[in-house]
């Protein structure tokens, strides 16, 4: 098979941002940890609420920037992170993360830069840059799991 490294998309509203998780959350299998990348209001916290509408998990979706982690129940549960107020892994350790990452469930996590020595090595990146309502949304897969992810998408297209 042909190596297919990243996928590059284009919103230009929240709610196409929402529709490009929500495609996404369809594909995601027990396991998937999606690292999410960008700046503050660059979308981060919309996609998840796509990609948890994807996962057909009814709950409000907010950022769980001052409880860290934010539990949705599902077919497939999702651990939803914002470690924006971490200043490095350490403190990932004392909440186990292992269990989350490593489980059967979805983890999606926001400010995942702070935590990068701690990503599994087969993780789904995502990269989002704000250009007023513009978002460039760069998708990255980096092993053979994540790899399906981004061909399902690719698909799609
Ligand atoms: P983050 O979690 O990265 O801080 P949020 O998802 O909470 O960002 O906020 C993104 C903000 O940008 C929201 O207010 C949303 O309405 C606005 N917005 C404008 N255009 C877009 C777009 N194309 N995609 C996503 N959000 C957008
Ligand atoms: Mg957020």
Known sequence: MNQ?????????SAKET??????IGELLVPGTVVALYG???AGKTTITRGMARGLKIEDMIHSPTFNLLHEHKGLIPLYHFDVYRLTDSSDMEDLGYEEYF???????IEWSEIIADILPPDHLEIHLNADSDMRTIIITSTGNKTDLILRGLNNLQ
């Open 4 to 12: 297919l490294k990243s996928l590059q998309f284009h919103t230009a």
């Open 39 to 41: 700046n503050l209001g």
């Open 18 to 23: 929402e529709a490009l998780g929500e495609a």
């Open 102 to 108: 490593y489980s059967s469930g979805v983890t999606i």
